[in-house]
């Protein structure tokens, strides 16, 4: 932010307001819950990190008047809040972070600093190295001898090359990364993807703590590897793999003897703050069977027309679906999902209905699940925890099996329903029916919740319904033809928080995120206009993001509304040949570096 004095405010959400604000009226606002901390708002702003001369001139490297050199900062010491209350929304004064730190907050957690050229070179000609010395190993040892020379000699060459210097942007964001890093706050991504949030530290261990008893979470001595590595090497003997696969699989479990880490992403769009809990299974004992158990769960889910697996089929199927009479729309959402799911209720259920697709192995599949979902423990400050009801957090397996758990759970239900019933499709927690009868809602509803444990929420409408990114209604076309009406839906509450343009990433991946885009409002709308409405919407975001005019006018010549039907359509198999490819950090003198040494 330029120009900007010490009466503005950082909220929670990451965003810069009131630069225009007097002083004086933005004491009154800066503490909601306790009038009468004058004294301490006045402390935080004696100091501020811009004053009259910097707030008039440019900030990104302004001359001084009176020694005519760029001007060295002073950097304030972060200091923390008053105490408020758990549920109140808190505000931090400006005059209490850097200015490094705000733009730490404005360019979002998915920024990418400038890295230097040597750096860029040296990490390639590894990679050259490493993906190419299995191949020329099959040739002559003088060959060998060569390519060993000529990438000793490529990595020599290119580290003694300058360092590139990083732009101010760079140094501005690594001086806020390393404020914030000691300081009392917690940098923290919000759920929903609303930007970047500041907590404070034992607030934010606070808040992981209720949640690890929320979730079920027991505190333990000791991260039971061991035990792990046992359970995997007898499920093994029985598995219907190959020798090697069964040893790859032991070895995994013997390589990663650490817990997943647990995290939460905090919910600055609820009413009260809530938290999302997260557990890294990246690199866990189970995460690599986990991962080949979901492979044959999600073989049995795409089979089933009922779960939709993308907004794209959904958007296939209303094109096709022709609605003579009455239509009422009725969307559900499951509260909670995963720590509700019974397990020994769900593997009973998956034991029965699963019989012919898990074949003569079935049994290896049921045991496997049910180590999965019972042995996931979470590290988080030191201490172990393990999860001891509800399903397995963070797990590649997770999301096919609740979507299962769920099918057979409520197909009963639909099938009792099924004359009143036009469409019905589900994404693991979220579903849409649209219903020919409104008086079959009521029964429709009290059917499905007492089928299960589980709490759900409805949304009645006679005119349009919201599922995934589509909002379905009935347009003009759908009283012309009987064929519903689609168009792109976004959260009110969404920041569109792209990629900042000016993040260090090629080019092509800027111009990817504008056609992709583009692409899907154009998918998930129907009519031209509201596609351009649409269009013009998105544009004004992606230029607050950073995108320049030049890029968008590039973009908007790959996409028109003639294209929709193309766009439609599924993707067929292509063959292409293969080819070794080597994958470099984007660097814009890499191109010429690699001209000069080869």
Not at 124 to 130: E, G, N, P, R, V
Not at 276 to 305: C, D, M, W
Not at 349 to 355: A, D, M, N, Q, S
Request: include cysteine; hydrophobic fraction near 35%; charge should be positive.
């Amino acid at each position: 932010p330029k120009g900007l004095g010490s009466s503005s405010k950082v909220t929670g959400d990451g965003g810069v307001n009131g630069a225009r604000n007097t002083a004086k009226n933005s004491e009154k606002d800066i503490f909601s819950a306790e009038p009468a901390e004058e004294e301490t708002v006045q402390e935080c702003g004696t100091n501020p990190p811009f004053d009259e001369t910097r707030q008039q001139g440019n900030t990104q490297g302004e001359k001084s008047p009176q020694k005519g050199r760029t001007r060295k900062r002073k950097f304030n010491q972060i200091t923390t809040p008053p105490q408020q209350k758990f549920n109140t929304p808190i505000a931090i004064p400006l005059g209490t972070l850097t200015p490094e730190v705000i733009r730490v907050l404005s360019v979002g957690s998915n920024f990418t600093l400038q890295p230097s050229l040597p750096h860029v070179m040296i990490e390639a000609a590894t990679q050259l190295h490493s993906q190419f010395q299995p191949i020329i190993r099959s040739y002559s040892t003088t060959t060998q001898q060569g390519f060993s020379r000529l990438t000793t000699r490529f990595t020599r060459e290119i580290g003694d090359y300058g360092v590139t210097r990083p732009t101010l942007f760079n140094r501005q964001i690594r001086k806020g990364l390393t404020h914030i890093k000691y300081s009392p706050w917690e940098l923290k991504m919000a759920d929903k993807n609303l930007g970047l949030v500041l907590l404070d530290k034992n607030k934010y261990k606070s808040m992981v703590l209720d949640q690890l008893q929320q979730g079920g979470f027991l505190p333990e001595q000791i991260f039971p590897h061991n035990r792990i590595c046992a359970k995997v090497r007898r499920l093994m003997k029985s598995s219907p793999f190959s020798t090697t696969t069964n040893q790859f699989f032991i070895q995994e479990a013997e390589n990663h003897p650490t817990p997943c880490h647990f995290y939460i992403l905090p919910k600055i769009h609820k009413a009260t703050l809530g938290a999302r809990p997260i557990t890294a299974q990246h690199s866990y004992a189970l995460s690599a069977l986990s991962r080949r158990l979901s492979k044959e769960l999600n073989g049995f889910v795409k089979q089933h027309r009922g779960i939709t697996p993308h907004s794209k089929r959904m958007v296939q199927e209303i094109e096709q679906l022709v609605i003579s009479g009455p239509c009422y729309f009725l969307t559900y959402d499951v509260e909670s999902l995963y720590p509700s799911i019974d397990i020994q209720d769900a593997l009973e259920v998956l034991t029965t209905h699963l019989p012919q697709f898990f074949n003569r192995h079935r049994r290896f599949w049921i045991r496997l699940l049910e180590v999965i979902m019972t042995e996931n423990h979470v590290e988080f400050n030191g201490k172990t925890y393990w999860q001891s009801h509800g399903t397995a957090t963070g797990t590649a397996a997770a999301p096919p099996f609740a979507n299962l758990y769920l099918l057979f759970k409520f197909d009963m239900v639909f099938r009792r329903f099924n004359h009143t019933i036009i469409y019905n499709r589900r994404y693991i927690d979220d579903g849409l029916l649209l219903i020919n009868d409104d008086k079959q809602i009521p029964l429709l509803q009290t059917a499905l919740n007492e089928c299960s444990n589980l709490n759900l929420t409805w949304q009645t409408s006679t005119t349009h319904g919201i599922y995934l990114d589509l909002e379905i209604y009935k347009g003009i076309r759908f009283y012309e033809t009987g064929i519903l009406d689609l168009q792109v839906y976004t959260k009110p509450i969404s920041k569109f928080l792209y990629l900042h343009g000016k993040s260090y990433h090629p080019p092509s991946i800027f111009t990817g995120i504008i056609k992709g885009e583009m692409i899907r409002f154009l998918r998930n709308t129907s009519n031209e206009k509201v596609w351009l409405r649409k269009i013009t919407f998105l544009f004004t975001m992606l230029n607050q993001r950073g995108y320049t005019a030049r890029w968008l006018r590039q973009a908007r010549q790959f996409v028109t509304f003639a294209d929709r039907d193309r766009y439609l359509k599924p993707r067929l198999p292509v063959d292409r040949p293969q080819h070794i490819a080597v994958t470099i950090p984007y660097h814009p003198q890499a191109k010429i570096m690699w001209r000069l040494a080869l």
